[in-house]
């Protein structure tokens, strides 16, 4: 079991910048991938960034350039640090985990992108 627990969302202008936190309650050196997904309203769930334990980045083109996507094995933390952000990226924002075959996901945190 893992336990996902998100933070660092909110309400921010066009242009501005935001950085989630998922704190894991396991070594995430020992889960295979972490990773953002966001689900807009009336849309389905989709992948923003992901990040595996051997260190491979993988983005939507949506946020490339834009979105970066860390982790601290030490803290157990998984990082999305967003600039540039849009209205269109407004969404909540769920981190999630792979381990051991099956799949985690934190509660999600609101991000709204508005002037």
């Known amino acids: 079991q893992v336990q996902l627990v998100e933070s660092g969302g909110g309400l921010v202008q066009p242009g501005g910048s935001l950085r989630l936190s998922c704190a894991a309650s396991?070594?995430?050196?020992?889960?295979?991938?972490m990773g953002w997904y966001r689900q807009a309203p009336g849309k389905q769930r989709e992948l923003v960034a992901r990040?595996?334990?051997?260190?491979?980045?993988n983005y939507a083109d949506s946020v490339k350039g834009r979105f970066t996507i860390s982790r601290d094995n030490a803290k157990n933390t998984v990082y999305l640090q967003m600039n540039t952000l849009k209205p269109e990226d407004t969404a909540v924002y769920y981190c999630h985990a792979a381990y051991r075959g099956d799949d985690y996901w934190g509660q999600g945190t609101q991000v709204t992108v508005s002037s």
């Open positions: 990040i595996t334990s051997s260190g491979n980045e």
């Open positions: 396991t070594n995430i050196f020992s889960i295979y991938a």
